[in-house]
């Protein structure tokens, strides 16, 4: 029997929506450089994800921000500091919303299972982006305070000794098959993909394929 759900964050409950991809569209306006924004940020995402599975020593996301920049840079032959020019891509980790069904889907949950929060991201941004509706969540863990990413098995398994419930009272529920699903599914938790962009995944890693938080409900419930 499930009692507590664990939600991957971005993607997941909160949309990123256009803010990275406007904060490389800044970074490139200051250069003075036309390239597409889009591509840039596609790039920039692929080598974020890349730094953080090569990583041998925990740094904070923030820094692996700069890293990122810097090989940007070097991939499209571009002069500057990376330090210099990261601001608007920091700055827009803080203008993130929530999904228009999460609240009041999770007020609905909250009434009969625990919830909890399990990011591959910094604290202090998150915690800007939750804002008021902290009271919504038993646990909010991120990888700055459990000092490892998704989909290590470190992640999964830490939060695990926190939350002190079974594997198989828990789901968790992510927007990505490579950290959230499969790392969930290594630790042995049944887990729910959500698939928000209408990507066409098949249910063949996760155990249920879902749309949105209503459609999370309707298995719950």
């Known amino acids: ?9 971005y993607g997941t409950i909160i949309s990123t929506g256009n803010g990275s991809v406007n904060a490389a569209k800044i970074i490139l306006d200051n250069l003075k450089i036309d390239i597409d924004p889009i591509l840039f940020y596609k790039d920039w995402k692929n080598i ?11 740094c904070k996301e923030e820094k692996i921000f700069i890293n990122d920049l810097n090989i940007l ?3 499209y032959n571009i002069n500057g500091n990376a330090k210099r020019f990261i601001k608007p891509m920091l700055k827009s980790l803080y203008e993130r919303d929530f999904y228009d069904d999460v609240i009041i889907n999770l007020k609905k949950i909250k009434k009969d299972f625990d919830i909890y929060i399990a990011s591959n991201s910094d604290t202090k941004p ?3 982006n939750i804002g008021k509706q902290k009271y919504l969540f038993n646990g909010i863990y991120t990888s700055e305070k459990i000092r490892a990413y ?3 098995k470190i992640f999964f398994e830490k939060i695990l000794q926190k939350i002190k419930f079974n594997k198989d009272e828990i789901l968790f529920i992510g927007d990505s098959i490579e950290d959230d699903i499969i790392g969930a599914n290594n630790v042995g938790l049944k887990t729910v993909l959500i698939d928000r962009k209408n990507s066409q995944y098949i249910k063949s890693e996760a155990n249920y ?3 949105d938080m209503y459609e999370l409900i309707d298995i719950i419930k």
Do not use: V
Not at 1 to 9: E, G, P, S, T, V
Not at 48 to 58: D, G, P, Q, S, V
């Open 1 to 9: 029997m499930i009692k507590a759900l664990i939600f991957d964050c």
């Open 48 to 58: 974020h994800r890349e730094n953080i599975f090569n990583l041998k020593y925990f």
């Open 73 to 75: 840079f070097k991939m």
């Open 126 to 128: 998150l915690m800007k």
């Open 150 to 152: 998704k989909p290590s």
């Open 209 to 211: 394929l879902i749309k």
